[in-house]
């Protein structure tokens, strides 16, 4: 036996009980309350809970966007995600315009391979839909290339239209892909950017005034009756305000198979964030915008109750200095992203499982085992269980910290969450059963993390 973790408290998305666990060649190969048999390596985890590794199916890790690209590559975005106890990523690769699909996965791959220290799938967003690209989509499934995404904004750039929006759902659902979706208005948000600018309004906080919340809704809505049509699944991704989710609660509820996210800072930041003096508001440029404060308890209450299935952290880093600031005289031209790898299990159980607003078990469904099912990983990835790869977190439940741009590791040079301050911290990560975060040291490898071909949707 290669390792065993002792004395800890094993939490699954159903189950918490006390327990030792055994990993050999890189997989759990058995749970129980005490395992005697000798290991090359025991890790002792008294009052530490044993997690399965968090997955984050939306990062967007050496992307171009804006004339600029996102800060964290491969290396250093996954380094950060597994010492925030991630330990699968999924990442989009988009499709140039005149690019195959194909020729897009094998960029991203390209930039993951020989980088990647955690293992990794890939989304694809289409933004070029004609008949040949359409037909690809059963091309890139038999690679385990699973899931699609559609902008309906970023005019000119990303956006598609709504007839090649309902083709690809239609096509998605020929081929057992799930269709992905970034929900905001595009043409309104267009009139409304251009009338800011003629109006001579440059400050960050017009970047949430063009973007309304009815602007989400709207899509949503939208977006969901297409679906609906094309009698296909649908996942939406980073949902930020009541009226959206309202529309997914509706479709659900109805029995139709819509499935949504959130991400961290729509959780835990507001619109004020943008009305930071000298330019600060930039750090929190990103789309959809932050929200009204009064949107948290309403998305809380959503992951609680299950009409939000997934916390992901839509990772798109630029650097305040050199990045952002090449909006300063233009709000428009801020590049929109914000980082967030690295926190997210640490504040969603301090923001959630210690003030009471999700469970402990619906913490690790939200951040690890709904993301492996509906993304096709499981039950390779997102739960402790005999057979499964060893990807676990021990982590600490009492331990304090307080997050700062100093000692995260994050190749950006600030956070959105500076001064966060709470109690729960990884303190081990094994990934495929070898450790690669050992309290503030940092084992792993470039390029040790594994491409992911990925099963087919089923809901």
């Not at 902008?151 to 598609?160: E, N």
């Not at 649908?234 to 997914?248: D, I, K, P, Q, R």
């Not at 233009?330 to 469970?359: C, M, T, W, Y």
């Not at 309290?439 to 470039?446: M, Q, T, V, W």
Request: proline letters at 5%; one cysteine or more.
């Amino acid at each position: 036996m290669d390792l065993k973790i002792t004395g800890g408290t094993v939490v699954t998305a159903s189950e918490t009980f006390r327990a030792d666990l055994a990993v050999d060649r890189g997989r759990i190969v058995d749970i129980g309350r005490r395992i005697t048999a000798p290991a090359d390596r025991t890790i002792p985890a008294k009052g530490c809970y044993l997690l399965p590794g968090a997955i984050d199916v939306h990062t967007h890790l050496d992307m171009p966007f804006g004339g600029t690209t996102s800060a964290d590559d491969f290396e250093t975005g996954t380094r950060a995600a597994a010492f925030g106890g991630t330990t699968c990523l999924i990442d989009f690769a988009i499709q140039s315009k005149g690019q195959s699909l194909t020729a897009a996965v094998e960029t991203w791959r390209r930039k993951a391979e020989g980088k990647a220290c955690i293992d990794y799938g890939f989304h694809v967003a289409v933004t070029e839909a004609t008949d040949q690209v359409i037909d690809e989509l059963a091309d890139l499934v038999r690679l385990g290339v699973t899931s699609f995404k559609v902008f309906l904004a970023y005019k000119g750039a990303l956006m598609i239209d709504d007839g090649s929006f309902f083709k690809i759902l239609r096509r998605a659902r020929q081929v057992r892909a799930l269709t992905m979706l970034h929900a905001e208005n595009g043409d309104i948000i267009d009139v409304l950017v251009s009338e800011a600018r003629a109006a001579k309004l440059k400050e960050p906080i017009y970047h949430a005034l063009t973007r309304p919340e009815e602007c989400e809704a709207e899509a949503t809505a939208r977006a969901i009756r297409l679906a609906e049509m094309a009698q296909a699944p649908l996942y939406v991704v980073h949902l930020s305000c009541f009226g959206a989710l309202e529309e997914v609660k509706f479709a659900r509820d109805a029995g139709l198979p819509i499935l949504a996210e959130t991400c961290l800072q729509y959780l835990l930041l507001d619109i004020e964030r943008y009305r930071e003096p000298r330019f600060g508001g930039a750090k929190y440029v990103m789309s959809p915008p932050l929200r009204h404060k009064s949107n948290w308890p309403v998305l809380w209450d959503a992951l609680a109750g299950g009409d939000l299935q997934v916390v992901s952290t839509d990772h798109c880093p630029f650097n305040f200095k050199g990045q952002k600031d090449l909006g300063k005289k233009d709000f428009a031209a801020i590049p929109n992203g914000a980082p967030g790898i690295e926190n997210r299990l640490q504040l969603i159980f301090h923001e959630g499982v210690n003030k009471k607003r999700i469970s402990l078990n619906r913490m690790v469904d939200l951040l690890a085992t709904s993301p492996a099912r509906i993304f096709g990983l499981a039950p390779r990835k997102g739960s402790l269980a005999i057979g499964a790869d060893a990807d676990v977190v021990v982590f600490d439940p009492k331990a304090p910290f307080t997050i700062s741009a100093r000692s995260n590791h994050m190749n950006v040079d600030y956070t959105p969450y500076e001064g966060f301050k709470g109690r729960g911290r990884v303190v081990t990560v094994l990934s495929r059963g070898k450790v690669i975060v050992d309290g503030r040291k940092f084992l792993g490898l470039p390029g040790a993390g594994q491409f992911i071909k990925r099963k087919r949707f089923s809901q």
